[in-house]
């Protein structure tokens, strides 16, 4: 099962909620720990009660943490929401930029 990932970081957000555009908000990304830690929970109570079975929680959003942080490190650049087009490409659900330069959320 994957937890959610830094919704609050994602370029809609971004562009929607965030005070200048590039700081992830906070008060989603919360309340992505807050569900992660109860899938995390249940995970763990189902491998208790199913013995037959196994389920493994893949934590989505410590894997994306680094790039969402320093995407310049990666050879990343992430959606500045506040430019005409990128505005456009977020809003219809595309990203600009080349597959191996973009952040895709």
Avoid: H, W
Wanted: with cysteine; glycine share 8%; charged share 10%.
């Amino acid at each position: 099962m994957i937890g959610l990932g830094q919704i609050g970081c994602s370029p809609s957000e971004l562009a929607q909620n965030s005070p200048d555009g590039r700081t992830c908000v906070q008060r989603i990304n919360s309340a992505n720990q807050i569900f992660n830690d109860k899938l995390r929970s249940l995970v763990a109570q189902f491998n208790g009660n199913t013995p037959d079975a196994r389920f493994i929680y893949i934590n989505a959003y410590g894997i994306f943490q680094d790039l969402i942080t320093r995407p310049a490190a990666f050879g990343k650049y992430p959606v500045n929401p506040f430019n005409a087009l990128s505005l456009l490409a977020v809003l219809y659900g595309c990203l600009l930029g080349t597959p191996s330069e973009s952040i895709y959320y």
